[in-house]
């Protein structure tokens, strides 16, 4: 499994309108001012919002700092930095800010899930598995499925499978068409040789419409499973669909040497 698709964070802000705290960090009180401040603080918070649904992560960084200037006390900036600097693998950046954001809102369920997937891609799973617990043992955490899911893919790290299957199963239990749930067990299953079951599961999330890079898994993984079972025609099938729905990324480009090597 890899961590940049199966884990799942909650990307806050992406969303949500921004939620300005009530203390914008000022000493004036003169009303006119204040509310110039948290003008120019969304100003800047909307501008770094666009930039990172588009992929410019750097320059919505410069806006997210920007708008921290003006908005200090505001944990959901905190949140959104802390994922802009995950998405550049600045780790440590991205950690600082997950937790001062729930040093600002202790209950900030989105932190903490985001702060589990951080750990998962610092190879941190014992530390995953803790918080994902935390998270799991909260009432009134509204996305229990996301978190069983980085729970169950930590678990599987540290090679606890028989945990880690309870737990994607438990998630589809929560959200049956939770797409990263489903792959994580069907390649559970293809790893520990049930594999029609994988298949089963594969081309249930195709069927979901994922997107391009998880379609792409998708098809590569189904062709080597009828490889296995003898049936070249099909691998080829889904080796092309693979190489086709995404020719640059990961699975396309393994899916294309794939079919030099069948034909």
């Known amino acids: 499994m ?37 003008r120019r603080a969304r100003s800047h918070y909307g501008l770094a919002m666009n930039h990172l649904r588009e992929g410019r992560t750097g320059i919505a960084i410069r806006e997210l700092l920007a708008a921290q200037a003006l908005s200090p006390n505001d944990p959901w900036i905190d949140l959104s930095l802390a994922e802009a600097y995950r998405l550049k693998a600045h780790n440590a950046e991205s950690e600082r800010h997950l937790k001062r954001a729930l040093e600002l809102r202790p209950d900030l369920h989105a ?6 997937v951080l750990y998962i891609q ?24 996301k978190a069983l899911t980085n729970q169950g ?28 749930a489903r792959l994580d067990l069907a390649i559970l ?5 049930r594999r029609l079951e994988a298949l089963e599961s594969l081309e249930q999330v195709l069927a979901l419409k994922p997107g391009p890079v998880a379609e792409a898994e998708c098809h590569y993984r189904i062709a080597t499973i009828y490889i296995s079972l003898g049936n070249r025609a099909k691998a080829v099938h889904h080796l092309s669909a693979a190489s086709e729905t995404k020719p640059s990324g990961e699975w396309g480009k393994r899916s294309a040497d794939y079919l030099k090597r069948l034909r």
């Open 111 to 116: 932190a903490k899930l985001n702060l589990s």
């Open 153 to 180: 893919y930590a678990l599987y790290k540290l090679g606890r499978n028989a945990e880690a299957r309870q737990a994607f199963e438990h998630a589809l239990e929560y959200h049956e068409r939770f797409w990263p």
């Open 189 to 193: 299953d293809e790893e520990e040789g």
């Open 2 to 38: 890899r961590t940049t698709r199966r884990i799942a964070p909650l990307i806050a802000g992406l969303g949500l309108a921004l939620q300005l705290a009530t203390s914008l960090g000022c000493a004036t009180t003169d009303p006119a001012k204040v509310a110039d401040k948290e």
């Open 122 to 145: 610092s190879e941190r799973y014992e530390e995953a598995v803790q918080l994902s617990q935390e998270l799991l043992g909260d009432a009134t955490f509204p996305v229990p499925w």
